[in-house]
């Protein structure tokens, strides 16, 4: 009999990812600012308009501060790790990329509509889309999976959009569209 691995190996990787990225960042420059955030990949609608696509990406790597990234951080290493044993490495990965890629243009197109610019960056909408997700495989656990409740996860939920709607300089329209992107993901992706 084959034991399977559970070990949540891409998301120690990206937890490593991140913090490797913020360290690099912290020692070329002053990651509490928005200038230079920009100027190394953060995601500004203006750039963005000009072709520069990649920063929908890129931006999801680097943080505002050791707050920030210690915040994310954690929320990613308690909700990641249990969506990627439950969903495998690979479609753990796609979840990842993929909601933090759909909370950046949510939050993209929400400055261009409100005409209201500025510098996002962070992990949080891929965060946000690892606990989206972890809601689908629940539902699809009978309300439970890997020791979660779907009301746990919603209540995670409200409770983190609403600390981010009473703490200046959250994007909640981010936030908002990770967790559709994981949760629509996971829908296509997973399979008990």
Not at 26 to 40: K, N, Q, S
Not at 53 to 65: P, V
Not at 139 to 157: V, Y
């Amino acid at each position: 009999m084959e034991i399977q691995e559970k070990r949540p190996t891409v998301n120690i990787i990206l937890v490593v990812i991140n913090v490797a990225v913020w360290c690099i960042m912290e020692l070329l420059g002053d990651t509490l600012d928005g200038v230079y955030i920009a100027d190394y990949g953060g995601m500004y609608p203006e750039f963005v308009m000009n072709g520069e696509w990649y920063r929908l990406f890129t931006a999801m790597f680097l943080h505002f501060g050791a707050e920030h990234l210690a915040n994310n951080m954690i929320l990613l290493a308690a909700a990641g790790g249990r969506l990627e044993a439950a969903v495998g490495h690979f479609r753990y990965l796609l979840i990842y990329i993929g909601a933090g890629l759909l909370g950046n243009i949510v939050s993209y197109y929400e400055m261009i509509y409100t005409k209201n610019y500025a510098v996002c960056a962070g992990a949080s909408g891929a965060v946000f889309g690892m606990i989206g997700a972890l809601v689908w495989a629940a539902i699809r656990g009978k309300g439970k999976i890997e020791g979660l409740t779907t009301k746990g996860l919603l209540f995670m939920i409200a409770l983190c959009m609403y600390y981010g709607i009473t703490t200046a300089g959250v994007d909640n329209w981010a936030h908002a569209g990770g967790v559709a992107g994981g949760f629509l993901l996971c829908m296509l992706l997973y399979r008990k």
